[in-house]
């Protein structure tokens, strides 16, 4: 699967999250009718995650945001109550995207070779589709409440969970080589942040997100999986179409 295969098969419509967070904050957002809500809140988090990538979400006052969004101070208190609050809005909403879409896509597939495939796969074209988002997530953790960085280290940890148990049922089932699972799936999870945290690495270097996935499929494919059992089992990377 490439990327353009991805964004042609998955749907990250930005009406449909601007939807669902109006949905969940309809009572405390004082704007009531939708299509406004709807093009006012993609205007909001646009201009919080270019701010906040710039400069840093704390340094972002609400003038800047006011300037950014052409919308008054008063028109933006009408959707949050404080800057803690969005920031708990744009964490919320990504941590939930993500966690739909991992598991939409690695539900229908049994096989522990093909489901840990589509794992990286999407993860990766995931976050690249999302680059701004995930990078924006990653690094305002440190500024969230006591509650929310719970909430987000849980996340952290099922995304890595995730991996883990794929790797469990490949052992199980012989298709993988004996390693251990919590570490591995550690390991996979932070080659996949180093995509969307050093994106710039990758760009100066002409390295597109298909060319990256096909390397870290190659990569655990050498590690994870039984070498006798090579012509038995299918490869986690395509044999065709790898970008070079």
Same mark, same amino acid.
């Given at each position: 699967?490439?990327?353009? %295969? ?18 969940? #904050? ?22 919080t995650l270019k701010i906040g990538n710039k400069k840093g ?60 495939? +589509? ?8 976050? %690249? @589709? ?67 945290? #050093?994106?710039?690495?990758? @760009?100066?270097?002409? +390295? ?9 499929? #190659? ?20 044999? %065709?179409?790898?970008?070079?």
């Amino acid at each position: 699967m490439s990327y353009a %295969e991805f964004q042609r098969q998955v749907s990250l419509s930005k009406q449909d999250i601007y939807r669902k967070v109006y949905s969940e #904050k309809r009572k405390s957002i004082r704007v009531k009718k939708e299509d406004t809500v709807v093009k006012n809140l993609e205007r909001i988090f646009n201009a919080t995650l270019k701010i906040g990538n710039k400069k840093g979400f704390q340094a972002m006052s609400m003038r800047d945001l006011s300037k950014e969004t052409d919308l008054s101070m008063g028109a933006l208190y009408s959707y949050f109550s404080s800057k803690e609050e969005l920031l708990e809005m744009l964490q919320h909403q990504r941590r939930m995207i993500t966690k739909r879409i991992l598991a939409a896509r690695i539900q229908a597939v049994k096989e522990p070779i093909a489901k840990l495939k +589509i794992a990286v796969q999407t993860h990766l074209y995931l976050s %690249e @589709a999302m680059q701004p988002w995930f990078y924006f997530s990653y690094m305002e953790t440190k500024n969230l409440s006591k509650k929310q960085q719970k909430m987000a280290i849980a996340s952290e940890l099922y995304t890595e969970k995730i991996f883990s148990d794929i790797l469990d049922q490949g052992q199980a089932q012989g298709d993988f080589a004996l390693h251990e699972c919590q570490l591995t799936a550690s390991a996979i999870k932070a080659i996949l942040q180093d995509w969307y945290l #050093k994106r710039w690495k990758y @760009a100066k270097r002409n +390295i597109s997100v298909d060319r990256y996935a096909q390397f870290v499929l #190659k990569f655990l494919e050498a590690f994870i999986l039984k070498r006798s059992d090579d012509l038995q089992h299918p490869q986690l990377s395509d044999s %065709e179409g790898a970008e070079h």
